[in-house]
């Protein structure tokens, strides 16, 4: 066996068939479960390691920040392992801890850093980092490289000022919150201003389209970028600039893009730019020396309400591929054998999907048992529905040794569902984590702290300074504020100008004047310190100094010495961001604190039980799985019940909710429920009938769980394994192997496993949480 063909011998047909294709464009339809990550790795590890690609030439586009992280760390400990091998002739995991750090430090600088891998949003705010100065807008609006990054809440405030303040509208007729949607789906289409007033002409439309234009005005005072704004640019700015596409394109020369089927318009526009430098006609695009390789299921699809549009995937054939039938195609391969969930699960998946009209024919194929029933249960009322759950969790978990709270999760349609499971929980002593709700950077002390390090970094981000300037409580009143912000606004200069002139504040700040002086001080003493002072370092400078921490200190409530751990964990981040990353500078962290998601913070191992929607759920997978509130309203949606088209988007966040779970899945249902005060008889919904019913049952016993582990245990379920060597395996808490060695273990055969993903060998007995991957 060569190396080559070693380095790839644990993966399956198609994923291998996947991951050695060089050239041309590449579409990976990858069913749940199916090792699609494991195929992007390997991807990527195999053009560097076998057909000599540059890491600084592949751009490898993820749908979260943490995904990014995980298949960094994967091709680290891949390319690791070869120089522990090389260099020593042993496994990195032997060798002591200081050799292991020197080889992976070796690594990261070699391969690992010069990746450009991220999210679509970090990769192209990097992009812009270094070329924005040359982009110009419609209305010669310019940005500098400093820029910031406003957060929701920032945008949010500054549209309400806009629509109620300068503009003067009908808040009623022309609700913020809507307006600002209008414009984000306009720049998500890829449209400017001017270009959405031609589309929409309308009395509404131009009233919005002149609101946009304002926004974008602002945006640029404060030399501040939207996140729909750091998609939109690029694209704008390649194509206004050839020469600057060209060059990208050359830095590119492949480029893999995993969850493809959530693009929307403008991310789907930059890859196409980048794929085949904006050359018009598909007969002359050069794949010599070049990828596109993507991955993605339509059945997954569950984000219309943020553009995304999965027919881009079902267009790929078409728009880049060789548009053969499935049977035919030499430019798409199917991912269908699932590694995740046991058997059950997966046909019931299969079965609900099926009824789906609009997606790329597949069948997810079990690699695993045949797993216990899927358990339905309806309850009285939405409490009593709660109750059953709660039980179960707890009774599973009291039952069951190897079992703690985070082996559980409860998913539901709308954030509202979970009041009353949250009551039990809090009531039964159950932690419980909420996923999606306020984010850490959303939190009010770590906005005003960022807002400090931000005016620090972009001193024309007047919001910032806005929200900073009297925080803490300084002797800046509102008159002298709003004095000072007119005088700026009509010279058309940032507040800092002002601010920054002694005069300037004499004259127009009476009283306050030495409050902003002081201010100013300390604004400018502290930026002083930014070459010499590390990211973290500054933030306990300014907090300090500012007087921020001393005032929650001396208010000795419990709310402000949460708010005080609060900053003390803001403090954690920027030193664990300094250590994860070479480039540590301050603007460095603000750009990934404001790129933070909050998916990347649930984390593995945390021994709480997980409460979501199903749309954060997307991309999660837990041992056992509660679906609730399985009602028509409810899921599928009450609007979009007359929509088939919506009404398929419901029924595949159904399916990515099923096929979460790895062991059990447990669906519930209510007789009525409360809504809008009143009690309402509920209906069961209709994906239920579309579940096979030998698949489902109602006889549910607090032990089943435990009987069937203790069978397995006993060999009663499934026949015994015939171990060889070579044999790959999947672990229950190690993850995939491959059999090295069978060893003297008694009745039952000892094998020795090499488990990926850093793991390495170990000696274990056959049990049930170890199953033979075919």
Request: glycine share 6%.
């Given at each position: 066996?060569?190396?080559?063909?070693?380095?790839?011998?644990?993966?399956?047909?198609?994923?291998?068939?996947?991951?050695?294709?060089?050239?041309?464009?590449?579409?990976?339809?990858?069913?749940?479960?199916?090792?699609?990550?494991?195929?992007?790795?390997?991807?990527?590890?195999?053009?560097?390691?076998?057909?000599?690609?540059?890491?600084?030439?592949?751009?490898?586009?993820?749908?979260?920040?943490?995904?990014?992280?995980?298949?960094?760390?994967?091709?680290?400990?891949?390319?690791?392992?070869?120089?522990?091998?090389?260099?020593?002739?042993?496994?990195?995991?032997?060798?002591?801890?200081?050799?292991?750090?020197?080889?992976?430090?070796?690594?990261?600088?070699?391969?690992?850093?010069?990746?450009?891998?991220?999210?679509?949003?970090?990769?192209?705010?990097?992009?812009?980092?270094?070329?924005?100065n040359k982009y110009q807008d419609e209305k010669g609006r310019t940005w500098k490289q400093n820029f910031s990054i406003f957060d929701e809440s920032d945008v949010q405030n500054l549209m309400k000022n806009i629509v109620t303040k300068?503009?003067?509208?009908?808040?009623?007729?022309?609700?913020?919150?809507?307006?600002?949607?209008?414009?984000?789906?306009?720049?998500?289409?890829?449209?400017?201003?001017?270009?959405?007033?031609?589309?929409?002409?309308?009395?509404?439309?131009?009233?919005?389209?002149?609101?946009?234009?304002?926004?974008?005005?602002?945006?640029?005072?404060?030399?501040?970028?939207?996140?729909?704004?750091?998609?939109?640019?690029?694209?704008?700015?390649?194509?206004?600039?050839?020469?600057?596409?060209?060059?990208?394109?050359?830095?590119?020369?492949?480029?893999?893009?995993?969850?493809?089927?959530?693009?929307?318009?403008?991310?789907?526009?930059?890859?196409?730019?980048?794929?085949?430098?904006?050359?018009?006609?598909?007969?002359?695009?050069?794949?010599?020396?070049?990828?596109?390789?993507?991955?993605?299921?339509?059945?997954?699809?569950?984000?219309?309400?943020?553009?995304?549009?999965?027919?881009?995937?079902?267009?790929?054939?078409?728009?880049?591929?060789?548009?053969?039938?499935?049977?035919?195609?030499?430019?798409?391969?199917?991912?269908?054998?699932?590694?995740?969930?046991?058997?059950?699960?997966?046909?019931?998946?299969?079965?609900?999907?099926?009824?789906?009209?609009?997606?790329?024919?597949?069948?997810?194929?079990?690699?695993?048992?045949?797993?216990?029933?899927?358990?339905?249960?309806?309850?009285?009322?939405?409490?009593?529905?709660?109750?059953?759950?709660?039980?179960?969790?707890?009774?599973?978990?009291?039952?069951?040794?190897?079992?703690?709270?985070?082996?559980?999760?409860?998913?539901?349609?709308?954030?509202?569902?979970?009041?009353?499971?949250?009551?039990?929980?809090?009531?039964?002593?159950?932690?419980?984590?909420?996923?999606?709700?306020?984010?850490?950077?959303?939190?009010?002390?770590?906005?005003?702290?960022?807002?400090?390090?931000?005016?620090?970094?972009?001193?024309?981000?007047?919001?910032?300074?806005?929200?900073?300037?009297?925080?803490?409580?300084?002797?800046?009143?509102?008159?002298?504020?709003?004095?000072?912000?007119?005088?700026?606004?009509?010279?058309?200069?940032?507040?800092?100008?002002?601010?920054?002139?002694?005069?300037?504040?004499?004259?127009?700040?009476?009283?306050?004047?030495?409050?902003?002086?002081?201010?100013?001080?300390?604004?400018?003493?502290?930026?002083?310190?930014?070459?010499?002072?590390?990211?973290?370092?500054?933030?306990?400078?300014?907090?300090?100094?500012?007087?921020?921490?001393?005032?929650?200190?001396?208010?000795?409530?419990?709310?402000?010495?949460?708010?005080?751990?609060?900053?003390?964990?803001?403090?954690?981040?920027?030193?664990?961001?300094?250590?994860?990353?070479?480039?540590?500078?301050?603007?460095?962290?603000?750009?990934?604190?404001?790129?933070?998601?909050?998916?990347?913070?649930?984390?593995?191992?945390?021994?709480?039980?997980?409460?979501?929607?199903?749309?954060?759920?997307?991309?999660?997978?837990?041992?056992?799985?509660?679906?609730?509130?399985?009602?028509?309203?409810?899921?599928?949606?009450?609007?979009?019940?007359?929509?088939?088209?919506?009404?398929?988007?419901?029924?595949?966040?159904?399916?990515?909710?099923?096929?979460?779970?790895?062991?059990?899945?447990?669906?519930?249902?209510?007789?009525?429920?409360?809504?809008?005060?009143?009690?309402?008889?509920?209906?069961?919904?209709?994906?239920?009938?579309?579940?096979?019913?030998?698949?489902?049952?109602?006889?549910?016993?607090?032990?089943?769980?435990?009987?069937?582990?203790?069978?397995?245990?006993?060999?009663?379920?499934?026949?015994?394994?015939?171990?060889?060597?070579?044999?790959?395996?999947?672990?229950?808490?190690?993850?995939?192997?491959?059999?090295?060695?069978?060893?003297?273990?008694?009745?039952?055969?000892?094998?020795?496993?090499?488990?990926?993903?850093?793991?390495?060998?170990?000696?274990?007995?056959?049990?049930?949480?170890?199953?033979?991957?075919?």
């Amino acid at each position: 066996m060569t190396a080559s063909t070693e380095f790839l011998s644990h993966l399956n047909p198609s994923q291998r068939n996947a991951v050695e294709h060089l050239f041309g464009p590449m579409l990976v339809v990858a069913g749940a479960g199916s090792g699609k990550t494991r195929a992007l790795t390997y991807r990527i590890a195999n053009l560097i390691r076998h057909h000599g690609v540059d890491p600084e030439n592949i751009l490898a586009v993820t749908f979260t920040n943490k995904a990014a992280k995980e298949m960094r760390e994967r091709i680290e400990n891949i390319f690791s392992q070869d120089l522990a091998q090389e260099i020593h002739g042993q496994q990195l995991e032997v060798l002591p801890e200081y050799e292991q750090k020197k080889i992976r430090s070796k690594i990261y600088k070699k391969i690992t850093k010069p990746l450009w891998m991220g999210t679509f949003h970090s990769l192209f705010a990097r992009i812009l980092r270094l070329d924005i100065n040359k982009y110009q807008d419609e209305k010669g609006r310019t940005w500098k490289q400093n820029f910031s990054i406003f957060d929701e809440s920032d945008v949010q405030n500054l549209m309400k000022n806009i629509v109620t303040k300068q503009l003067n509208l009908d808040d009623k007729k022309f609700e913020p919150r809507k307006v600002r949607y209008a414009i984000s789906n306009a720049k998500n289409q890829g449209l400017t201003p001017q270009e959405f007033l031609k589309q929409e002409p309308g009395y509404r439309g131009r009233i919005i389209a002149e609101v946009y234009n304002e926004y974008q005005s602002q945006l640029a005072a404060n030399n501040a970028l939207d996140f729909d704004d750091l998609i939109l640019i690029p694209v704008k700015l390649f194509q206004q600039n050839e020469s600057l596409l060209g060059y990208w394109y050359s830095q590119f020369q492949h480029i893999l893009v995993d969850e493809y089927q959530d693009t929307n318009r403008i991310q789907y526009d930059i890859v196409r730019l980048l794929s085949t430098n904006n050359e018009p006609n598909k007969q002359e695009w050069d794949w010599r020396g070049r990828s596109l390789f993507v991955v993605g299921d339509a059945d997954q699809s569950i984000y219309s309400f943020r553009l995304a549009d999965f027919t881009i995937l079902l267009n790929f054939q078409q728009d880049f591929g060789d548009g053969l039938p499935d049977d035919d195609t030499r430019s798409m391969i199917k991912l269908e054998e699932n590694y995740r969930s046991r058997e059950n699960i997966i046909q019931a998946a299969n079965a609900l999907i099926d009824h789906n009209s609009q997606r790329i024919e597949k069948i997810l194929k079990p690699t695993r048992g045949v797993g216990e029933q899927i358990y339905l249960h309806k309850a009285e009322e939405e409490q009593q529905e709660a109750k059953f759950v709660v039980k179960q969790i707890t009774s599973l978990v009291k039952d069951n040794p190897e079992l703690n709270w985070g082996a559980f999760a409860i998913l539901y349609r709308t954030n509202a569902q979970s009041r009353p499971f949250e009551d039990l929980l809090i009531q039964g002593n159950v932690p419980y984590n909420i996923v999606g709700g306020l984010k850490f950077y959303d939190r009010k002390e770590i906005k005003d702290a960022l807002s400090y390090l931000r005016l620090l970094v972009n001193p024309d981000d007047t919001v910032s300074l806005l929200r900073i300037i009297n925080t803490p409580r300084r002797g800046i009143g509102k008159t002298t504020i709003t004095s000072l912000t007119d005088a700026a606004q009509q010279l058309g200069v940032p507040l800092w100008e002002i601010l920054s002139d002694e005069t300037s504040v004499n004259t127009m700040s009476g009283r306050a004047a030495k409050s902003v002086g002081k201010f100013v001080d300390l604004i400018k003493t502290t930026k002083s310190k930014l070459e010499s002072y590390t990211a973290a370092e500054i933030l306990d400078y300014v907090m300090e100094q500012s007087g921020y921490v001393d005032v929650l200190k001396e208010q000795g409530t419990d709310e402000a010495d949460n708010r005080l751990a609060n900053i003390h964990e803001l403090y954690n981040a920027i030193t664990q961001f300094q250590e994860d990353n070479e480039e540590t500078s301050l603007e460095a962290f603000l750009s990934s604190a404001a790129l933070a998601s909050d998916l990347d913070d649930l984390e593995e191992g945390d021994e709480k039980v997980s409460l979501m929607t199903l749309h954060s759920a997307k991309g999660l997978e837990f041992p056992i799985v509660f679906l609730v509130g399985m009602e028509q309203g409810l899921l599928p949606h009450s609007r979009t019940l007359q929509d088939p088209l919506q009404l398929e988007e419901e029924r595949r966040l159904c399916y990515v909710g099923i096929t979460r779970a790895e062991e059990q899945l447990f669906l519930t249902y209510t007789r009525e429920r409360r809504l809008w005060g009143y009690r309402e008889p509920a209906v069961s919904s209709q994906f239920l009938k579309e579940i096979p019913e030998d698949l489902i049952s109602s006889n549910i016993t607090k032990s089943s769980y435990r009987r069937r582990r203790q069978k397995e245990e006993a060999g009663e379920v499934e026949t015994a394994i015939d171990w060889s060597v070579g044999d790959r395996v999947l672990h229950k808490e190690f993850g995939e192997g491959q059999v090295t060695h069978i060893l003297n273990g008694g009745t039952k055969p000892t094998l020795a496993v090499k488990f990926l993903d850093m793991k390495g060998t170990k000696i274990i007995s056959q049990n049930i949480s170890m199953e033979k991957i075919e």
